[in-house]
């Protein structure tokens, strides 16, 4: 693969302070979590947003989809949700007056075609209907009635989870939070950001957001992500870290076994190495350092570990152990 062009490193670098002054007119007290959001757009990732109510999730979708001018669409997540109302349908039609009469099927596509999808609580409806994210989410396509249509490009989606402790909801498959390249968490707000979102109210400035960047120029900063280079010292650790986290490993850390139902696995060694890339392209570096893995380990990871009956009697969350393997593998 070429070398990272230093000039559009550069153009990354000035499009993510770009997108942080911006942001941050209208998302409150959330610099770590419109970080990762970057880190997802300039690789072409999917992120799974939680967090507590009124922390500015939906908002944040929002916002990406205007300074990056992107095709937007949300589905409300509901219990009574079919797949076809996601991907679209075929739908008989009455041929009169055509040549050939009789009846022909048309498809009329659904909300996933877009650039930008807004999943509401996502984890309200069942799993069944929730699998009709997956082919688009990792093929960036859509299969319907026999026929494979592209999805445009770029293509992202961006969900919300409703709290696990709510009454209606489903838990999220293991192969559906895998799709999810982050897991970013919306922390609750300080007392002083608290106050500044109800004396000013930020969201009033949403419609003031003006473009930054348009989906080519995303793909363009994709193509340069992926040309940063990975040491092969930082490649090993993002391999150790991700193996750490599997339960019953050989040399494997003992709280791992006793609490990890299951690890991490070979998409969140690709998600850290991407994610890895898109720190450093952040800041205009051509090669990422095992800091820049440390930064994306944990919204990358804590989805994709699943923690056991003793674990969650014990408190011990999978946050929690990605922090202990941060503290505990060694970095180059």
């Not at 009635?145 to 838990?171: H, I, N, Q």
């Not at 498959?173 to 300080?190: G, K, T």
């Not at 003031?208 to 280079?229: K, W």
């Not at 800041?283 to 923690?307: F, N, Q, W």
Request: charged residues 25%; contains cysteine; glycine residues 8%.
């Amino acid at each position: 693969m070429a070398e990272a062009d230093p000039g559009i490193l550069k153009e990354i670098a000035e499009f993510r302070d770009d997108m942080r002054e911006a942001l941050s007119e209208v998302i409150v007290g959330q610099p770590e979590a419109i970080d990762h959001v970057l880190v997802a757009f300039l690789t072409g990732g999917h992120v799974l947003l939680t967090g507590g109510a009124a922390t500015a999730k939906g908002l944040l979708v929002q916002c990406m989809s205007k300074v990056a001018n992107l095709g937007f669409k949300r589905i409300q997540f509901t219990p009574d949700l079919m797949p076809s109302d996601i991907t679209g349908s075929e739908v008989l039609e009455d041929n009169a007056g055509a040549k050939s009469e009789g009846r022909s099927t048309r498809f009329v596509s659904g909300p996933i075609f877009t650039n930008l999808l807004l999943a509401d609580e996502i984890n309200r409806t069942p799993p069944k209907t929730q699998a009709a994210l997956l082919e688009a989410m990792q093929e960036k396509q859509v299969t319907s009635g026999g026929v494979t249509r592209p999805l445009p490009a770029p293509f992202f989606v961006m969900a919300t989870k409703t709290s696990v402790e709510t009454d209606g909801t489903y838990a999220l498959p293991e192969a559906q939070q895998d799709r999810f390249m982050l897991n970013v968490e919306m922390i609750p707000l300080s007392e002083e950001e608290e106050m500044r979102v109800v004396l000013e109210d930020p969201a009033t400035f949403l419609d003031e957001l003006t473009e930054i960047i348009d989906g080519p120029g995303l793909i363009r900063f994709q193509q340069a992500v992926r040309a940063v280079e990975i040491p092969k010292a930082v490649q090993k650790y993002i391999v150790d870290l991700s193996g750490a986290s599997r339960p019953n490993m050989p040399g494997g850390a003992a709280a791992i076994t006793k609490y990890v139902a299951w690890g991490a696995g070979v998409r969140a060694t690709q998600c850290l190495a991407l994610g890895c890339k898109a720190r450093a392209a952040m800041e205009g570096r051509k090669a990422a350092t095992s800091a820049d893995v440390k930064a994306v380990a944990l919204p990358v990871m804590r989805h994709r570990i699943g923690v056991n009956f003793r674990a969650e009697n014990e408190g011990i969350t999978s946050s929690k152990l990605v922090g202990m393997l941060i503290e505990s593998v060694k970095a180059p």
